[in-house]
């Protein structure tokens, strides 16, 4: 019996991982109903992996806390419980760019991750605290949170600063002596991105734009956080400092938080490398597979697993924008199975389907 696992990205703004897992898994199926098939949804640690790791690893558990979004409307947060103890969080799901009724580069806030991380370390079950930074919509550097976690950011009149990250150009003084702590086993955050704080490449400079910013407030948001850096201290410098609008700096210097490659923690936590074990081939996707591909995301991690282990891997996309060097053995266009972009968009469900029938009649893995 031949085994093929499915280890996808999502299919962003069509399909999630898991769906797409499914879809490829169903094609090979009806060709060869005999193999072992595995499907096992991955994520780069943003949007879309709670879902993966709920579906990757038997006996997680949902849970879901009440929280203030980014805002200050009230909003349902929801967060995962795996069996070792570990609580996976995403931080968009407190501070994500959908939440908004209107972007707030100036005043979003990231209290309410503070208020679900608050939550998730008073549960007795939790040893330590997978946090994922994709989405978010907030440039606060992480006060917010850390505000709602019990440390104070003061004006030099000794008050409490006002939410959102244009304030801190006010800062004076931090107060982390009312801090909840973290949990035994740590924090990682889940990055992927190496941007600084600060500067043309970081967390204002980089994404603020994403958020809503001006050039203007640009610039702003940009010397507010220096002020936090200055005040704070910490790394400013450290890769991936900027991600999320400086949450991973605040949590790294304020909780002792460590930044980790989400594609990395999460293949990880899903078990991807037992997965591997004794597989025939691997099959993995994403939107559209390029360079970049390689290059600390979903693909290129699971193409460097794959390759330690011995085993091939094919990759399906959306678009395939990559020349033949690459290091997997097909990659195969739904761009061009479907015959244009706008069918592969229409029905990403039927094309994936349509590929995994497709690879599992040309792969010439044993029978």
Do not use: N
Not at 40 to 48: I, K, N, V, Y
């Amino acid at each position: 019996m031949t085994r093929v696992v499915f280890a996808p990205d999502s299919f962003k703004g069509t399909l999630g991982a898991a769906e797409a897992a499914d879809a490829l898994a169903a094609g090979w199926r009806r060709v060869r109903p005999d193999d072992e098939l595995l499907t096992l949804p991955l994520a780069d640690g943003g949007e879309g992996t709670l879902e993966a790791l709920g579906h990757d690893v038997p006996r997680s558990a949902w849970r879901t806390q009440p929280v203030t979004g980014p805002d200050g409307r009230p909003v349902d947060a929801a967060w995962l419980l795996l069996p070792d103890g570990t609580a996976v969080v995403e931080m968009a799901r407190a501070a994500g760019l959908p939440l908004l009724a209107e972007l707030d580069p100036l005043g979003a806030t990231t209290r309410g991750l503070g208020e679900l991380l608050a939550a998730v370390v008073a549960d007795p079950a939790v040893h330590r605290v997978l946090l994922t930074l994709g989405g978010s919509c907030t440039t606060d550097g992480g006060t917010g949170a850390l505000a709602a976690l019990g440390a104070r950011f003061l004006d030099d009149a000794g008050a409490d600063l006002p939410p959102g990250g244009a304030a801190l150009a006010r800062l004076e003084r931090v107060d982390l002596t009312g801090l909840v702590p973290p949990p035994p086993g740590g924090v990682q955050c889940l990055v992927d991105v190496t941007a600084p704080l600060l500067g043309p490449l970081g967390a204002a400079g980089q994404f603020g734009p994403q958020k809503g910013a001006s050039p203007a407030q640009v610039v702003q948001l940009d010397a507010a956080l220096t002020r936090l850096a200055d005040v704070l201290g910490g790394d400013r410098e450290a890769p991936g400092a900027g991600a999320a609008g400086g949450t991973a700096y605040g949590f790294a210097t304020c909780w002792g938080a460590g930044s980790v490659s989400g594609a990395r923690a999460v293949a990880g936590a899903a078990g991807l490398d037992a997965a591997l074990r004794g597989a025939a081939l691997v099959v993995t996707g994403e939107g559209q597979f390029d360079a970049q591909s390689l290059r600390g995301k979903v693909v290129g991690h699971l193409v460097e697993r794959a390759g330690a282990a011995g085993v091939p891997v094919t990759v399906v996309a959306g678009r395939v924008a990559a020349d033949g060097t690459l290091p997997v053995a097909r990659a195969l266009s739904l761009t061009d199975l479907a015959g244009s972009g706008a069918a592969a968009m229409a029905d990403p469900a039927r094309w994936l389907t349509a590929a995994g029938d497709r690879l599992a009649r040309e792969q010439s893995v044993p029978m």
